[in-house]
């Protein structure tokens, strides 16, 4: 049998970051505080619990003091950083660049918006981490549209900047402001920003292809990846027979009847060492 990774398969290069800092920190300290799951895998959540890092809310947050906290690559609001100022907690910021920037752009965006009575609009999952810290950039004033039944929310008769969350749809961005474009009143000023990661934009073209090679796609991801159930709808769509795990143990034997190459592929926040690890049960199933 025949069982490949897809190459570009695996952590960004944001979540990555986060993780090498978190295990810097904890070489040295054993004990790690990290603002919510560092990523959305809790396989890697649980091995980095092992090594110390310890998952905590923002209420907890709050209570804290004289300590250190993690900011994970999602990012965070104005709110948290004031916090950390007041109760002396020190942060170490893995805040991913891409993300950064998307925040400083929504915050001079919504600094133009109010000199015109104007809307900041964010393409987005409302309560998503990052979105979060995005919203924080215009004091939570920004509208989160998740599809086209939020589109009601929006004055089509006010100025618009609209962004997206980096790692939504490139197709779902484009129809949205598609349809904001064409709902809009005469002379209105509407600009919408490509803030979509590259990384999560280039990854359609490359999942679609490396799915028609294969019988059997099985997609390992975390079950509340936003980033996850987007790729493997494309999965899905290319190669019918894709199946979505969280890791090994929900491997089912059938799958494999009369299968003789599987192709196994993740979202970027997926470990690799996950996606080898369901590479090896698929191996030892077969023989």
Same mark, same amino acid.
Request: proline share 2%.
């Given at each position: 049998?025949?069982? $490949?990774?897809?190459?570009?398969?695996?952590?960004?290069?944001?979540?990555?970051?986060?993780?090498?800092?978190?295990?810097?920190?904890?070489?040295?300290?054993?004990?790690?505080?990290?603002? %919510?799951?560092?990523?959305?895998?809790?396989?890697?959540?649980?091995?980095?619990?092992?090594?110390?890092?310890?998952?905590?809310?923002?209420?907890?947050?709050?209570?804290? &003091?004289?300590?250190?906290?993690?900011?994970?690559?999602?990012?965070?609001?104005?709110?948290?950083?004031?916090?950390?100022?007041?109760?002396?907690?020190?942060?170490?910021?893995?805040?991913?660049? #891409?993300?950064?920037?998307?925040?400083?752009? #929504?915050?001079?965006?919504?600094?133009?918006?109010?000199?015109?009575?104007?809307?900041?609009?964010?393409?987005?999952?409302? %309560?998503?981490?990052?979105?979060?810290?995005?919203?924080?950039?215009?004091?939570?004033?920004?509208?989160?549209?998740?599809?086209? &039944?939020?589109?009601?929310?929006?004055?089509?008769?006010?100025?618009?900047?609209?962004?997206?969350?980096?790692?939504?749809?490139?197709?779902?961005?484009?129809?949205?402001?598609?349809?904001?474009?064409?709902?809009?009143?005469?002379?209105?000023?509407?600009?919408?920003?490509?803030?979509?990661?590259?990384?999560?934009?280039?990854?359609?073209?490359?999942?679609?292809?490396?799915?028609?090679?294969?019988?059997?796609?099985?997609?390992?991801? %975390?079950?509340?990846?936003?980033?996850?159930?987007?790729?493997?709808?494309?999965?899905?769509?290319?190669?019918?027979?894709?199946?979505?795990?969280?890791?090994?143990?929900?491997?089912? &034997?059938?799958?494999?009847? &009369?299968? $003789?190459?599987? %192709?196994?592929?993740?979202?970027?926040?997926?470990?690799?060492?996950?996606?080898?690890?369901?590479?090896?049960?698929?191996?030892?199933?077969?023989?």
């Amino acid at each position: 049998m025949i069982v $490949d990774i897809e190459q570009h398969s695996g952590f960004c290069f944001g979540v990555v970051s986060a993780i090498e800092r978190a295990e810097k920190e904890l070489e040295n300290d054993k004990f790690l505080y990290c603002l %919510g799951d560092i990523v959305h895998n809790s396989a890697e959540v649980e091995r980095l619990a092992k090594c110390g890092l310890h998952v905590i809310s923002h209420e907890e947050f709050a209570k804290l &003091s004289n300590c250190k906290v993690l900011i994970r690559a999602h990012g965070e609001p104005p709110e948290t950083y004031a916090i950390a100022e007041i109760q002396n907690i020190m942060l170490i910021d893995a805040t991913c660049p #891409i993300v950064l920037k998307l925040q400083q752009r #929504i915050r001079e965006g919504y600094q133009d918006m109010q000199k015109v009575d104007g809307q900041v609009v964010i393409f987005g999952k409302p %309560g998503h981490a990052e979105v979060a810290g995005l919203e924080g950039q215009t004091e939570h004033h920004a509208i989160v549209i998740d599809d086209d &039944s939020d589109l009601k929310n929006i004055s089509f008769s006010k100025p618009i900047r609209l962004y997206s969350q980096t790692t939504k749809s490139k197709e779902g961005y484009e129809n949205l402001q598609k349809n904001i474009q064409t709902k809009l009143n005469k002379d209105i000023d509407f600009i919408a920003f490509d803030t979509i990661c590259k990384q999560v934009a280039n990854r359609a073209k490359e999942l679609c292809d490396f799915c028609k090679n294969y019988q059997l796609i099985l997609f390992v991801c %975390g079950k509340n990846s936003s980033n996850g159930q987007y790729l493997f709808n494309l999965c899905k769509k290319a190669n019918p027979n894709t199946q979505f795990i969280s890791d090994a143990f929900e491997l089912k &034997s059938e799958w494999l009847e &009369s299968v $003789d190459r599987v %192709g196994i592929c993740g979202a970027t926040s997926t470990p690799m060492w996950l996606m080898e690890q369901v590479a090896e049960s698929v191996v030892a199933i077969a023989q």
